[in-house]
């Protein structure tokens, strides 16, 4: 019994020495890599639904091992490490879980089904496993593919990971955050408004002639606008004249407007001929007030435009805490938050004038999910709660030629409640006209609105609106004054309203209903419209009716027809008629329903014979006189003009012939200059334009100058503008301005043909000048490039420490970019904006690797040059903790403006700081290895070319070559670098073309010679870097060539 027992114990001890032994060996090998020797590294790029992130794979057995946690990272995966060789996360939600076993080579994949792994699926390093991509295949059920010879790893899936969710979710985000607040933006003004006593010019004109065997006249319509003492002076004519009888009108006005700028006191003063209309409706009710045209002045506090932005309201409820709320306007995703603790959200939303479609969606963290919707109007008439208008006109009224003033106001009380009110009173009469009105919401769907003239009348308006139902209207008006037709006071109701879509079909309806109520007769007329579209086919038909009731004798009278139409668009065409544009098709008749006949049939084709020009025919029958007419025109909507000409006949010998041009014709006086324009689509008539020209400034002075170089073809966006479409020589227009307002330009960095060309501001606004062209320049510059390298001491061994990311901070922006480190140490970027910098390397990867760096920070800048900036010799030397804390070297603490992978601060060790500014200084790393940058930049040899458009391989080049396609060959392991350069004479798309082109030459004969695509990595860097000075030809030389460099 006793021999047992200590057999048994001599056994417990063996598995317990065994497993001391196996946890010793476990804790020793942890953090240790075990890659293979043979397997090579490289860059390559995920791409997942266009979206790619790059990053370092290793080639071994020519299988690709890509990044563990960097691919569950980039595809927006969560994951957590359970313990060593063990990662538990999920894809989407609790529903989509998975686990990974290193230890014990299974996984279990988001159906929660278990798949074995071997051993050689994956191989470990210090801070991640590299697996192969048919792992990624079993976990999450997607496929791949695998691209060698483009360094691409392709990833598709059937249904959307979370980070297509997320990109997705953000687009929207960023889209309608952006497009809010377009308008509103407070962006960087770069050219104010200036005061010039006479500048500009504009003229809108318009010439027409028409003749017949009986006449012969021609008309004209010139609207002529300047800049003079910093206002806006408009002059308009129009006429016309008959030739035979020798007789014409000739009618023309004057008008002088000077802004003040946006304020709340006075915005505008104006002379001559006035309108007392304003910028928006008072009131849903469109008879409120009596428009009144005078020759006099007027003050007004007014905008120039309507504005689109209403005021904020606030959205809050309460729900589960921790709840995550989606917030849609329009259907478009807005904003999200998570309820607080206690299950609270808020959300401030800026609300524009029209029909807003609000919805909030709710997701639980188990998977819980629900929505809620509003719909929110606001009608133009009303304004934002605090905000008052004015205008205050007087003079000579032009129909009655009284002298009058005329006084309108409107005050927005809260953000349901609007009111306004109209005085006028005319010169030495005791009797004035005064109308009051209001307008108030009462939720998102119901409006009530009154308006009151105690001497006229008074009327009450409900408007309804419903996104799916559409939008209603019902008024009702007492009128107290005599009607002229009727001779007695009446009343009168009208409705009307409108289906968007029936039943989802693409169908929809519109009507409208007024009956008057006199006090011995009624009317009322009744009209409809119903419209159907099949794919291109189009179906109309309208309704109208008019209802006459005699309370007297008690009889109805109705009279009611309709108006069939059918439109057929030809848009595919067969090949010998693809020269043609889109063909038109319309038949329409009108049918008495009275009498039970048709009246007329008309039967129309319409042919875009090119772009711009568009042919039309008509044929009209009238069924009851029989008489036949025809109509031939033809429209050519040209680029600087609009003509139109055309003739009609009744097939009797009764001809007619009219022909008309129009156009804008605008001076610019800063490049003294004359425009024409087509004037579709743009006002001018008191309006402004400017000209936004992109240049590359060679010189820095931020000046267009004769050496400078325009960049032609960029977009932008300017809200409340018309944008000249094309890349004109000189600039792209933009129309549609109202003088003294000021715009906000957004532009389109993807627009940029050439990638390394970046303009100094992207977002930035101006004020528009009256009746003038405002030009803005906007200096491009050249990106810089950045190269360093990051090196490990330990002991007497330096080695280039691969794997670590590096961070660039921009010290003004805060903008932050990540680069990876290459194996050997060294990290390159291209595409930095001018600027100064803070580079660092990742704090949570040193406390991973327990290592510190020196020095902890290094500032440089980017300067901006005409070629581009090169920035070399950013150097860190990273020390095992234990070693660091010995050294002498001083350290700097975090900055708080500075972010990477690490959300904790380290607090400084000494008070003295030390940075490194410009290059490294490696003398400060005593056990640092003094030649390895050395020899790194040694392996390289250039290459010149004699022309700048050479391209083609010379003899020495070839030989070069060839020697080296063998020592490639023999050392399997190295790569080649080829960057091509050449002078700046050409374009500098034309530059990088060149470079580019010389990188592929030398490229394609190494492939030819047996090396494969992989190991060779070009880049074009067009004039940039030049060694030589270009306004020589020796200096010339010098910078056509090409740069091999082996690693």
């Known amino acids: 019994m006793i021999e047992n027992c200590k057999i048994v114990k001599l056994k417990i001890l063996a598995v317990i020495i065994i497993s001391v032994l196996f946890l010793l060996q476990t804790l020793e090998s942890q953090g240790q890599s075990n890659i293979p020797q043979e397997a090579e590294e490289g860059i390559y790029s995920m791409n997942y639904a266009g979206i790619l992130n790059d990053f370092t794979a290793y080639i071994y057995k020519d299988s690709v091992y890509i990044p563990f946690y960097e691919t569950l990272s980039f595809l927006g995966i969560y994951y957590k490490i359970e313990s060593d060789g063990i990662i538990k996360g999920y894809s989407s939600n609790a529903d989509t879980s998975f686990e990974v076993n290193f230890n014990e080579n299974y996984v279990i994949d988001i159906n929660g089904k278990k798949k074995e792994i071997s051993a050689s699926d994956y191989f470990k390093t210090e801070l991640d496993v590299f697996i192969l991509p048919g792992i990624i295949e079993k976990i999450f059920l997607v496929s791949t593919g695998v691209y060698p010879n483009k360094l691409l790893i392709y990833l598709k899936s059937t249904y959307e990971l979370p980070l297509l969710k997320e990109m997705k979710r953000q687009k929207k985000y960023t889209f309608i955050t952006a497009k809010e607040d377009y308008e509103t933006a407070n962006l960087p003004l770069i050219s104010d408004r200036s005061f010039k006593i006479i500048d500009g010019g504009m003229l809108e004109y318009r010439l027409g002639g028409q003749q017949s065997r009986e006449s012969r006249n021609f008309t004209y319509m010139a609207n002529v606008g300047l800049q003079l ?115 609270y959200y808020q959300f401030e939303l800026p609300v524009k004038y029209g029909n807003t479609n609000v919805e909030l969606k709710f997701y639980g963290p188990n998977g819980e999910y629900y929505r809620k919707s509003d719909f929110i109007s606001i009608p133009s008439e009303y304004l934002s709660p605090g905000k008052f208008f004015y205008t205050l006109s007087g003079g000579k009224e032009i129909v009655s030629g009284e002298y009058l003033f005329n006084g309108k106001a409107s005050v927005g009380l809260t953000s349901w409640l609007t009111s306004s009110i109209d005085y006028s009173k005319v010169y030495k009469q005791k009797n004035y006209d005064f109308v009051g009105s209001a307008s108030l919401r009462i939720n998102g769907n119901f409006m009530l609105s009154g308006v009151v003239s105690p001497d006229r009348f008074y009327k009450g308006g409900l408007r309804i609106n419903s996104d799916y139902l559409g939008t209603y209207n019902i008024i009702y008006s007492v009128n107290k004054s005599v009607d002229s037709a009727a001779g007695k006071e009446f009343n009168t109701i009208e409705v009307d309203g409108g289906f968007p879509r029936i039943l989802d079909l693409p169908v929809n309806l519109t009507f409208r209903a007024i009956n008057s109520d006199y006090a011995d007769m009624s009317t009322t007329n009744l009209s409809g419209y119903l419209n159907i579209n099949i794919y291109s086919l189009m179906l109309t038909g309208r309704y109208y009716a008019y209802l006459t009731n005699d309370k007297k004798s008690k009889t109805w ?116 200059s004359l425009y024409l324009s087509n004037p579709s689509g743009k006002t001018f008539l008191g309006s402004g334009a400017a000209t936004v020209r992109f240049f590359v400034d060679r010189n820095g002075n931020e000046q267009y100058d004769d050496e400078d170089e325009e960049v032609k073809g960029v977009d932008f966006y300017v809200p409340n503008g018309t944008i000249e479409q094309g890349t004109p020589e000189g600039g792209r227009r933009v ?96 595409g930095i904006l001018p600027g100064n910098y803070t580079i660092y390397v990742d704090s949570m990867q040193l406390r991973v690797l327990d290592c510190e760096p020196q020095p902890r920070f290094i500032d440089f800048e980017v300067r901006s040059l005409a070629d581009g900036d090169y920035v070399t010799g950013l150097g860190f030397a990273i020390y095992p903790r234990t070693t660091s804390k010995d050294k002498s070297a001083k350290t700097i603490p975090p900055k708080t403006d500075v972010k990477d992978t690490a959300k904790t601060q380290e607090k400084p060790k000494a008070k003295d700081e030390e940075k490194a500014i410009g290059k490294y200084d490696r003398n400060k790393i005593e056990t640092a290895e003094p030649t390895r940058i050395e020899q790194i930049i040694s392996k390289e040899k250039s290459f010149y070319y004699r022309f700048t458009k050479d391209t083609a391989l010379s003899k020495e080049l070839r030989e070069y070559l060839d020697l080296l396609s063998k020592h490639l060959k023999a050392n399997t392991n190295i790569k080649v670098f080829l960057t091509g350069f050449t002078d700046n004479f050409s374009t500098l798309e034309g530059t990088l073309e060149i470079s580019n082109k010389r990188c592929h030459v030398v490229e394609e004969y190494l492939i030819s010679s047996g090396i494969e695509k992989s190991r060779i990595i070009c880049k074009g860097m067009g004039s940039t870097n030049p060694i030589g000075d270009n306004s020589k030809p020796e200096g010339r030389e010098k910078n056509r060539r090409i740069e091999i460099k082996i690693e």
């Open 229 to 343: 003492f910093g206002g806006e002076l408009q002059y308009n004519a129009f006429g016309n004249y008959e030739v035979k009888s020798k007789m014409g009108l000739v009618d023309y006005n004057l008008r002088w407007r000077y802004f003040l700028g946006q304020n709340d006191i006075l915005n505008q003063v104006s002379i001559g001929y006035l309108t007392n209309t304003s910028t928006r409706q008072v009131s849903v009710l469109n008879t409120a007030t009596r428009s009144k045209i005078l020759q006099g002045i007027q003050l007004s506090n007014e905008t120039t435009r309507m504005p689109t932005s209403f005021s904020n309201f606030i959205i809050s409820d309460k729900i589960e805490p921790g709840w995550q709320v989606e917030l849609y306007v329009n259907n478009q995703l807005y904003s999200q938050k998570l309820s607080d603790n206690i299950g």
């Open 735 to 830: 129309y549609n301005l109202m003088p003294g307002g000021r715009y906000n330009v957004f532009v389109k960095k993807e627009s940029f043909k050439n990638p390394f060309i970046v303009p100094k501001m992207t977002e930035f606004s101006f004020v528009a000048e009256p009746n003038a062209y405002k030009n803005i320049d906007v200096p491009c510059y050249m990106t810089g490039i950045i190269e360093g390298i990051v090196l490990r001491v330990e002991g007497t061994d330096t080695s280039g420490q691969g794997g670590v990311k590096v961070h660039i901070v921009n010290k003004e922006t805060k903008d932050e970019q990540t680069v990876p480190v290459f194996s050997d140490g060294s990290f390159y970027k291209s």
């Open 557 to 672: 009278e109705m009279t009611h027809s309709i108006n069939p139409q059918l439109d057929f668009s030809w848009y595919d065409k067969p090949k010998f008629l693809k020269f043609l544009g889109n063909t038109r098709f319309t038949l329409g008749s009108i049918y008495d329903l009275n009498g039970g006949k048709f009246m007329n049939m008309d039967f129309s084709v319409s042919q875009e014979i090119t772009r711009g020009a568009n042919l039309k025919a008509n044929l009209r029958r009238d069924l009851q006189s029989k008489m036949t007419s025809i109509n031939l025109s033809l429209m050519m909507n040209l680029t600087n003009i609009l003509a139109n000409a055309g003739c009609t006949s009744d097939l009797k010998g009764n001809n007619s012939f009219n022909e008309d041009v129009s156009g804008i014709l605008g001076f610019d006086s800063q490049k003294f």
